[in-house]
């Protein structure tokens, strides 16, 4: 029997279902595959389970194997961007003109090189999502849908789901199939990247500070990492914005302090959206930035993963740029990229909008946002576009090809959802790790990859949002 088949068996026998489920939440309890509420965000004295899938979903090997292998280019690709000013200032021009936020990065970026960059150390721990579009001919193309380059969810937790799928399947005599999952590992190399930084660094006291959210719903999922530092001799503090503008400091040689510790690394699982700022957490975060503490990442790297970055990647000639003597590598990283459309003012973006309005549901309408739930789909569109096609405000959006994902059969596991059977559609996700030291990638690795799932009622995702459950390649 195939998981399918079991599924379809499953659904029809509640009692052998409320078992497996019962089964599969001790488990994920058991390997600590767990969450905070979102009653109780802000404490760990009730917790439940992350949200998952009761089954590992099968992807293809090739696509895979396809995924891991660029990510190492797709590391050096946001490196080089991140160093480059003019082209981040030629390709973010119309972008800051029309959204807040990225003027606001952009000026910090701009200050810090004007100040001339303190820190020749960079550490990248980066996300690079995709989905498997199946064709007709039963061939199937891996699209990337975006690369998240600051506070990348996974690390942690995912780890402990292979156990949780596995035995999963065991349980159920899908014997065969259990053994294709694979197990992931992420955590002890990310933390491996993080401590070659610390090590560069150079200050054995030296701590490597977790810029940590306001809201920490996922704050045990960061333990495992920190869990791995600690093993490494390595102090790990954890601070908000707040604490740093009220406690941080810079010595004369630009060196980061707070509470009398000297900060060798700053890694950042917060700062990714406006919301996440007040003009306070402004001033910590242009303090660290122009500090020599190592960043993960530092504000070019963090530009090099906004949308329109994406999008003018796409463009004709642009990847060649980077990598002038490797067409194998630009054909590579390009093979990856679904259809990306500028929304400049201009003859290219008024027929970016004139596609848009006449075929809305062949696309997807992006502003310059992480965290899920910001996209336009279908006649939200021709809705959002109908307000400013015509002025500059357009600019702050890039429009992408809709990506038409594979669908699966599986039951969503969250705290408080009745499990059911539901189609779903999963994205690859490939961790990238790396360590620029003076001009040269010292680590550059590809690690994962882990899956994230949604019902495909959702166009839009985000595993905090309610809406992804985490989920474990079964590779066919
Ligand atoms: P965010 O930074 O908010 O995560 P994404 O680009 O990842 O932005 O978009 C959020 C979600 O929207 C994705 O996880 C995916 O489910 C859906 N999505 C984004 N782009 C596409 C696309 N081109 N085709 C289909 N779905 C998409
Ligand atoms: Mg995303």
């Avoid at 293809?60 to 990510?71: D, G, I, N, T």
């Avoid at 999502?129 to 039963?138: A, L, P, R």
């Avoid at 193309?141 to 399947?169: M, Y």
């Avoid at 707070?258 to 003009?279: F, K, Q």
Wanted: with cysteine.
């Amino acid at each position: 029997m195939t998981t399918k088949e079991f599924l379809q068996q499953l659904i029809t026998n509640p009692e052998q279902l409320s078992n497996l489920v019962e089964e599969a939440i001790e488990m994920a309890f058991q390997q600590g595959f767990l969450f905070r509420t979102c009653e109780t965000p802000n404490s760990s004295e009730v917790v439940t389970y992350a949200p998952f899938t009761l089954f590992p979903s099968a992807v293809p090997k090739a696509r895979l194997v396809q995924a891991l292998e660029v990510q190492t280019h797709f590391n050096t690709l946001v490196d080089k961007i991140s160093q480059d000013p003019d082209f981040l200032e030629e390709a973010l021009a119309s972008t800051i003109q029309a959204d807040d936020f990225t003027a606001r990065l952009v000026s910090i970026y701009r200050q810090v090189q004007q100040e001339g960059q303190t820190q020749s150390i960079v550490v990248g721990l980066n996300r690079s999502d995709y989905m498997v579009e199946q064709s007709m001919d039963g061939t199937s193309s891996l699209k990337q849908v975006e690369i998240n380059t600051i506070a990348a969810a996974g690390f942690g937790v995912l780890d402990r789901l292979p156990e949780v799928h596995r035995h999963i399947l065991r349980t159920t005599g899908l014997l065969k199939e259990s053994e294709c999952v694979q197990d992931t590992n992420m955590t002890p190399a990310m933390a491996a990247a993080l401590a070659k930084a610390w090590e560069v660094y150079g200050q054995k006291k030296a701590v490597i500070l977790f810029l940590v959210e306001d809201v920490q719903i996922s704050q045990l999922t960061q333990r495992y990492s920190e869990i791995e530092l600690w093993n490494r001799n390595i102090p790990v503090i954890r601070r908000k914005f707040e604490e740093v503008s009220r406690r941080g400091s810079l010595d004369g040689d630009k060196r980061l302090f707070i509470d009398g510790l000297e900060v060798a690394v700053v890694y950042y699982r917060y700062g990714y959206m406006p919301d996440n700022y007040t003009e306070q957490s402004w001033a910590a975060r242009l303090l660290m930035e122009r500090s020599r503490a190592v960043k993960c990442p530092d504000i070019g790297t963090q530009l090099a993963g906004t949308k329109k970055i994406q999008q003018v990647l796409a463009s004709p000639g642009v990847l060649e740029k980077f990598f002038p003597d490797q067409p194998q590598v630009v054909e590579q990283i390009r093979a990856t990229f679904a259809g990306l459309y500028t929304l400049d003012m201009g003859p290219e973006g008024d027929q970016t909008v004139a596609m848009a309005l006449t075929n809305p549901h062949k696309f997807v309408l992006k502003p310059q946002r992480e965290g899920g739930g910001n996209n336009y789909y279908g006649e939200d569109i021709v809705q959002v576009l109908q307000k400013f096609k015509n002025d500059q405000r357009r600019a702050a959006y890039i429009l992408m090809d809709k990506i038409q994902p594979r669908t699966e059969q599986n039951i969503p596991l969250r705290k408080g959802l009745p499990p059911r059977l539901t189609t779903v559609s999963y994205e690859i996700g490939v961790f990238g790790a790396y360590v620029r030291y003076e001009g040269e990638m010292i680590l550059n690795e590809a690690l994962g990859p882990v899956l994230r799932t949604k019902s495909i009622e959702h166009d839009d995702a985000g595993v905090v949002r309610g809406v992804a459950m985490f989920d474990s390649p079964l590779v066919v």
